[in-house]
C-alpha cells in the first residue's frame, strides 16, 4: 500500500504541470481564455461560366472529360462574387476563390477547395476556408469549415448549399449558402 502512494506522490507533480501547461498554452493562443460563438451567414455564391468577364476559368481537362457526363478531370479556378442576394446586382459581402475539381465519374461530384473572404460588415477582411464533397444535383451539400482568419481563427464548422438558380446552356450557376461557424 506504501508502494503506491509513494508512486502518487512522486508522479503528483508530474501532472500537475502537464495541467497548467495546457492551461498557459489555450491562454497564450487565444490571448485569455474566450467565450466560443457560433455565427451563421447567408449569402449566395455566383459562378459566372459565360459571358464578357466570367469568374471560372478552366485549367484542366481529363482525357475523358470530352466524353464524360460529370466532366471527370476538369480542374476550375473560381473568383465567384458572395452576394446578399440571388440577384448578380445585390450587395457584394465577399468572394469566393478557390479551385473545383470534377472528382466523380458516376455522378457530378466536386472537390470544393475555397477561400470564403468577407469585405463587408463585421466580417469585412475575414476568411473561411472550405474543403469537401459537392454532390452537385443533390438538395442539399454539406462541405466542412476547417479553419479562418482575423474573426474566425480556430473557427470550424459546415456550410449547406442549396442550387437557386442553374442555367444548363451556359453552366451560370447561384447556389444559396448557409454558414454554421463555431469561433471565438
Not at 506522490?9 to 508530474?14: A, D, K
Not at 467565450?35 to 481529363?62: C, M, N, Q, Y
Not at 457530378?108 to 463585421?122: E, K, R, T
Request: net charge positive; aromatic share 8%; proline share 5%.
Amino acid at each position: 500500500m506504501a508502494r503506491p502512494i509513494l508512486l502518487l506522490l512522486l508522479l503528483l507533480p508530474t501532472l500537475l504541470s502537464v495541467s497548467a501547461t495546457r492551461k498557459r498554452t489555450r491562454s497564450t493562443i487565444l490571448g485569455g481564455i474566450r467565450d466560443e460563438k457560433l455565427s451563421r451567414l447567408h449569402f449566395f455564391w455566383h459562378d459566372i461560366v459565360s459571358g464578357p468577364r466570367p469568374t471560372v476559368v478552366t485549367i484542366a481537362r481529363g482525357p475523358s472529360t470530352n466524353s464524360s457526363a460529370t466532366f471527370f478531370g476538369m480542374v476550375n479556378i473560381i473568383d465567384d462574387p458572395l452576394t446578399l442576394g440571388p440577384e448578380p446586382t445585390s450587395q457584394l459581402v465577399g468572394r469566393a476563390q478557390g479551385l473545383y475539381a470534377s472528382a466523380a465519374q458516376e455522378s457530378v461530384g466536386l472537390l470544393m477547395a475555397m477561400n470564403l473572404a468577407f469585405i463587408d460588415g463585421q466580417y469585412n477582411g475575414s476568411t473561411l476556408a472550405i474543403l469537401g464533397r459537392n454532390q452537385v444535383f443533390s438538395g442539399v451539400r454539406e462541405m466542412p469549415i476547417l479553419g479562418g482568419t482575423k474573426a474566425f481563427r480556430y473557427a470550424r464548422g459546415y456550410v449547406q448549399a442549396r442550387t437557386h438558380s442553374l442555367d444548363l446552356k451556359t453552366g451560370d450557376a447561384v447556389v444559396e449558402y448557409n454558414c454554421y461557424v463555431l469561433h471565438y
